[in-house]
């Protein structure tokens, strides 16, 4: 995971915890939320891996995709990309990860806030649980999911990327 200081990358969800109505999402729609996002990516070439995380204290666990820009892409355009996609059925991720030049946070208010170069994990998890709604409760990434194609590892071998076996 710490390679991902080399790459222009993102890290998003479109897990949600309340509907528009206030109504709490269900663990079985977040799913489905997450897995129309990564359709998103792949239909626009993007590969989207899960990084698996969980809020400390409640063990709710949240299911994030890693994200490189693709080549035929500017980092502006994968900027404005990955901010497009904060916002899903009109419920907008109260933050997500991305990292240029340096890591930012990008808030749902279209602000960014710079958290720093060649930052840890450890970092990106602090920056995180600052930013959403979760404040008390400390956000933590346990992996990434194995790929499952040879494509998938070759691309997780090139960017850097380790996952669990």
Not at 71 to 76: D, I, K, N, P, T
Not at 93 to 106: E, M, R, V
Not at 117 to 135: C, D, M, P, T, Y
Request: charged fraction near 25%; hydrophobic fraction near 35%; include cysteine.
């Amino acid at each position: 995971m710490n390679r991902l200081n080399e790459q222009t990358c993102a890290i998003i969800t479109a897990y949600r915890d309340y509907d528009l109505n206030g109504d709490k999402i269900s663990k079985e729609e977040n799913i489905q939320r997450n897995r129309e996002l990564r359709t998103s990516f792949i239909a626009n070439e993007m590969w989207a891996y899960y990084l698996v995380g969980h809020w400390q204290e409640t063990n709710e666990i949240e299911r994030s995709y890693v994200i490189s820009k693709p080549q035929f892409m500017s980092e502006q355009e994968f900027t404005d990309f990955i901010k497009d996609y904060m916002t899903i059925d009109c419920l907008t991720q109260d933050a997500c990860i991305i990292h240029t030049d340096k890591f930012y946070i990008l808030l749902k208010d279209g602000t960014t806030k710079i958290l720093g170069e060649n930052i840890s994990i450890n970092k990106i998890e602090q920056a995180f649980s600052l930013w959403v709604r979760k404040r008390k409760l400390p956000f933590k990434f346990d992996y990434v999911d194995e790929p499952t194609s040879n494509f998938g590892r070759q691309y997780f071998h090139i960017c850097h990327l380790l996952y669990f076996r």
